[in-house]
Nanobody, 122 residues
C-alpha cells in the first residue's frame, strides 16, 4: 500500500506558476508516477508521467509549460507548472503504479491521492 498526499495547489493569475508536490508514504522507486487532472464536468485526464526509467511523457496541452520530476530519496514527485492558463483549472491528482501498454497507452495505477485544487484566473 502506498498513500499519496498532494500539496501546492491554489489560486494564480494567468501566466503565473505553481509547483505541486506529491509525497508518498513508501518508496516510489519501483513505481511509474503520474499527475492527472479533472476539471468540472470533464473526465479525468493524464497530464504527465515519470517512468521508473527516468523517461517522462506529457499531454500535448501542457508540453513546454509543465515539468514532472521525481526525488526517489524523498519519495516525492513534483509538477512544475509555468505559463498557466485558465483552462488548466482543475483538481490535480497524483497517481502511482501505472504502466504503459502498447495497445492502449499509459494506464493509471491503483494508488491515488486526494487531489489539490488549481484555479487559474484570467
Amino acid at each position: 500500500q502506498v498513500q499519496l498526499v498532494e500539496s501546492g495547489g491554489g489560486l494564480v493569475q494567468a501566466g503565473g506558476s505553481l509547483r505541486l508536490s506529491c509525497a508518498a508514504s513508501g518508496s516510489i522507486f519501483r513505481f511509474n508516477m503520474g499527475w492527472y487532472r479533472q476539471a468540472p464536468g470533464k473526465q479525468r485526464e493524464s497530464v504527465a508521467v515519470t517512468y521508473i526509467s527516468g523517461n517522462t511523457n506529457y499531454a500535448d496541452s501542457v508540453k513546454g509549460r509543465f515539468t514532472i520530476s521525481r526525488d526517489n530519496a524523498k519519495n516525492t514527485v513534483y509538477l512544475q507548472m509555468n505559463s498557466l492558463k485558465p483552462e488548466d483549472t482543475a483538481v490535480y491528482y497524483c497517481n502511482a503504479g501505472g504502466m504503459y501498454l502498447p495497445s492502449s497507452g499509459y494506464r493509471s495505477g491503483s494508488y491515488w491521492g486526494q487531489g489539490t485544487q488549481v484555479t487559474v484566473s484570467s
